[in-house]
């Protein structure tokens, strides 16, 4: 090794203080490549930071519209459960209309078979007063014949069973 010996002493001091010397010894230890592939690395570092901050953003703006859609849901889903108890309450209630429609048709039924016979028992009726009042016309007719003979002094024969 040709050139000055250096004790640690005087090495460190002209690190120290010889910027030249120092960036002479950085060069012939690497330490300037060194430096440089860790500008780089920050660099990329800054760079994956940059991202992770976008990434951020994108997260935080997918939480908000999270949050906004589980709102929705959630209103959406108070709704169908007003909704539900609605039309739970209108199901109970055609229920019971439908058994007073049940109660009425049976009611119309018996009405109906009630009207069905009083207008049997009309028609009946009806023939029965048609003969009685056949059978009362004639008897005054004949009433009215007998006693018109009988102003005039005349007599009429009737026979046993013709009254």
Do not use: P
């Amino acid at each position: 090794m040709g050139g000055a010996i250096f004790d640690k002493k005087s090495f460190l001091k002209m690190l120290e203080e010889d910027e030249e010397f120092r960036l002479a010894v950085a060069a012939k230890i690497g330490l300037l490549e060194i430096l440089k592939k860790l500008e780089e690395h920050d660099r990329k570092f800054n760079e994956i930071l940059e991202e992770l901050r976008k990434h951020r953003m994108k997260l935080e703006e997918h939480d908000r519209k999270f949050d906004e859609i589980e709102a929705e849901i959630r209103r959406i889903w108070e709704e169908l459960r007003k909704h539900s108890e609605i039309l739970e309450q209108h199901s109970k209630m055609l229920e019971q209309y439908s058994k007073i429609l049940e109660q009425h048709t049976e009611m119309l039924e018996k009405h109906t078979r009630i009207l069905e016979q009083h207008t049997r028992m009309l028609g009946s009726l009806d023939s029965n007063i048609g003969a009685l009042t056949e059978a009362t016309l004639s008897r005054f007719i004949r009433d009215d014949l007998l006693d018109e003979i009988r102003l005039r002094g005349e007599s009429l024969f009737i026979l046993r069973g013709c009254t």
